[in-house]
């Protein structure tokens, strides 16, 4: 917290902000709205670690013309800060409507992966998916600790094997790697005055179909996980196969929270595609 109150403050200096407070939502950054002296509403955000400020600043600014993300006003990297403009209002997307999510999902990224990376040296999907395989173990050993549920998570844990040779075949397969947004969900889609802004990048190279896969296996219900992924590749122009795909290998992890014996898209959890997927789906694109 000390040091939270200190790279604060240094940017309050630096940016001339005032009533900065902590807004909610954030996991691996702390967050802040403030108004620059005089001027308009701002948000600081305060990347952990914060050398990764670099990496996420170079993608606002490839998306910059996009009118798809958050802008970027500036950057302290000695703090691994950087201010962001406020999105108003600044609400998630809503459940309960599958087709507007999935529209509002295919336009976006179809967007995004528009514009050129630029010269920063992005890690590639294949480079980053050793980590996150990792943080889904300890988020799986946290959750069982704190719900006292030693069997949560096994139904994602036995395909973890499957998951990451999928993850694996789909880098090495695709034939238009894209800046991907990495951490495509719901809480990082947040409602403009003239439509939605991508938020919160975890930015990387990959293969497009896996920011599909990754919103269509964290968007409620996790029953229609497949068909959603299919849907936003038909409406962006991409493989429903290859989507389905990135859908089974993110919402492995996702499992943990599906009831025992039920279904994903009309595979039972002993019939999950994962295990199928690289002879079958992941024919390179063309």
């Known amino acids: 917290m000390d040091d939270v109150a200190r790279r604060l403050r240094a940017c309050e200096l630096r940016w001339n902000l005032e009533g900065a407070h902590g807004l909610d939502g954030g996991c691996s950054a702390d967050v802040f709205a ?19 400020a670099h990496a996420e600043a170079a993608a606002l600014a490839a998306w910059v013309d996009t009118g798809s993300a958050v802008r970027l006003i500036d950057t302290d990297f000695a703090v691994g800060a950087l201010l962001l403009e406020r ?7 809503p459940v309960g409507n599958d087709e507007e999510a999935s529209e509002v999902a295919a336009g976006l990224l179809a967007s995004l992966h528009r514009a050129a990376p630029g010269a920063f040296p992005f890690a590639t999907l294949a480079e980053v998916y050793p ?8 988020d799986i ?24 040779a999928t993850a694996m075949a789909l880098c090495a397969t695709t034939d238009r790697p894209v800046l991907l947004h990495g951490d495509f969900v719901d809480k990082n889609i947040l409602r403009a005055r003239d439509g939605y802004l991508a938020v919160d990048p975890s930015p990387r190279i990959g293969d497009p179909h896996s920011d599909v896969g990754f ?14 992924a299919s849907t936003i590749a038909e409406l962006m122009g ?20 599906v009831a025992r014996g039920s279904t994903v898209a009309g595979h039972r959890p002993g019939e999950w595609p994962l295990q199928r997927a690289p002879d079958r789906a992941l024919k390179r694109t063309g």
């Not at 403030?34 to 990764?52: M, T, Y």
């Not at 999105?87 to 997307?93: C, E, S």
């Not at 980590?131 to 300890?138: G, I, K, P, Q, V």
């Not at 050993?141 to 990451?164: D, H, S, V």
Request: hydrophobic share 40%.
């Open 34 to 52: 403030a108004a620059r002296v005089g001027g308009d509403e701002v948000v600081v955000k305060l990347v952990n670690p914060p050398e990764q």
């Open 87 to 93: 999105v108003r209002p600044g609400t998630p997307l």
């Open 131 to 138: 980590t996150l395989e990792a943080r889904a173990l300890d």
């Open 141 to 164: 050993r946290l959750e069982r600790r704190a719900r006292g549920e030693p069997e949560r998570g096994n139904a994602g844990l036995i395909r973890l094997g499957a998951a990451k």
């Open 215 to 228: 919103f269509a296996a964290y968007h409620p219900p996790a029953a229609a996980i497949l068909q959603r």
């Open 238 to 257: 991409l493989d429903g196969g290859r989507a389905t795909v990135g859908g089974g290998l993110n919402g492995a992890p996702k499992l943990s929270g």
